[in-house]
């Protein structure tokens, strides 16, 4: 069991600062999500919490103890890639016996004949066996152990190279897009699986991923990342509900937000095309603000009233259990998407005029510098003044 500190790392590679400064704390048995796009240096990252990469600046320190100078095998974290790098050759018993006769067996008893004759061995060995039948039974691959990586499918590879990297019983497990090599209806059941995995193990998990769905749905708290830094930290809701900088709201949630052109006057009111808002800035911006709406927090409207937009309906999403309406506003100059019930949506047609209103205190505001502004209530700021 570990707790993971990780502070002030950067990173360069050449003349590019990949990392500009890095500061985590995970305790012990956590499970964090580190997310972001592509190229944001989330693997980096990883890799030097593992010791697989050198840092340019910083530390890392496990339970307090600074594990700079520390090799990885040293570290006593297991990582697990997406590609799963299990032995093609060896079957699924022998791939988990592996690391742990690796650590072990000496040299000797690890000869396939001779090896018997050390004694001790038949001891150690059995301990081995015990922990390899424990571990498949924790990841119910049981009947799979006579099986060679060959013969199993993606999930089943994935079960079996966590199951590698927990027969060590390491201090952390470090996880960079396990799942992205499955196809899409397994990874949904893999991150419910890993989430279990995590409350079994209650060990300290540290997971990278771009896919902000997996990060929402697995993690105690997650850290989204871009451009080398950590933009936001916190649990998956507090995320979603509250992003503090207007690239979070962003790449956080699926349709994304929906950002629109809003501006401000002296008294804190705010307008969004040709609406205003009911709530006004805590602190009056005097110019632009850009106004966020998830589309959950819009609806269709059936007439035309004060505050709605009024759109045209381009293209509708059927998902089944819900329907997301591409409407476009002010003649095509902005396009939103609005999440509405299958029965809301049922008599619309592509080129429909549509009205859409936003659910009360949802709107978000942030400044041309891309940070959050709260936005209260007029009755609040009333009592407050
Ligand atoms: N050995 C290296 N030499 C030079 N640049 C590197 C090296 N390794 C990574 N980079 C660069 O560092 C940046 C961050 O890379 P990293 O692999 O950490 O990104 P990532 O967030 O994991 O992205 P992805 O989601 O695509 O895996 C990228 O721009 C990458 O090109
Ligand atoms: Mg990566």
Not at 29 to 51: D, H, M, N, Q, Y
Not at 179 to 204: F, I, P, Q, W
Not at 253 to 269: E, F, R, T
Request: glycine share 10%; proline share 5%.
């Amino acid at each position: 069991m570990a707790r993971i500190t990780v502070r002030g790392i950067t990173k360069k590679f050449g003349e590019l600062d990949i990392l500009k400064g890095i500061d985590l704390d995970i305790p012990d048995g956590e499970f964090l999500t580190l997310v972001g796009p592509s190229g944001c240096g989330k693997s980096t990252t990883l890799r030097i919490i593992a010791g697989l990469e050198s840092q340019t600046s910083g530390d890392v320190l496990i339970d307090d103890r600074l594990v700079n100078a520390l090799r990885p095998s040293r570290r006593d974290l297991a990582m697990v890639f997406q590609s799963y790098a299990l032995y093609p050759h060896l079957n699924v018993w022998q791939n988990l016996a592996t690391p742990l006769k690796l650590r072990d067996l000496n040299f000797w008893e690890r000869l396939p004949l001779l090896g018997a004759l050390v004694p001790g061995r038949a001891q150690k060995t059995k301990a081995i066996g015990e922990i390899v039948r424990e571990t498949a039974e924790t990841l119910k691959i049981e009947p799979l152990l006579d099986r060679k990586p060959g013969q199993l499918s993606g999930g089943q590879r994935q079960r079996v190279a966590l199951g590698r990297a927990m027969v060590r019983q390491p201090a952390a497990f470090l996880m960079d897009e396990p799942l992205s090599n499955l196809d899409a209806g397994l990874r949904v059941h893999m991150r419910a699986e890993l989430a279990e995995l995590h409350r079994t193990l209650a060990a300290t998990f540290i997971y990278v991923t771009h896919d902000q769905a997996e990060a929402l749905t697995m993690s105690d708290r997650m850290a989204v990342m871009m451009d080398g830094e950590i933009l936001q930290i916190g649990p998956p809701d507090d995320v979603y509900e509250d992003p503090q900088d207007i690239r979070v709201a962003e790449f956080i949630g699926s349709p994304k937000i929906n950002i629109l052109p809003g501006s401000g006057d002296s008294a804190g009111g705010v307008e969004c095309l040709d609406a205003r808002l009911a709530r006004r800035l805590r602190t009056p911006v005097d110019g632009n603000v850009s106004i966020g709406i998830r589309p959950e927090h819009l609806e269709l409207r059936s007439k035309k009233a004060n505050g709605n937009f009024e759109g045209l309906l381009v293209h509708a999403e059927n998902l089944g259990s819900d329907v997301f309406l591409h409407v476009t506003l002010m003649g095509g100059e902005h396009r939103i998407v609005v999440r509405a019930s299958p029965q809301e949506a049922h008599d619309l047609s592509v080129g429909d005029t549509v009205w859409v209103g936003r659910e009360r205190g949802r709107a978000m505001a942030f400044g041309t510098n891309g940070q959050r502004l709260p936005l209260v209530s007029k009755q609040r700021s009333r009592k407050v003044a």
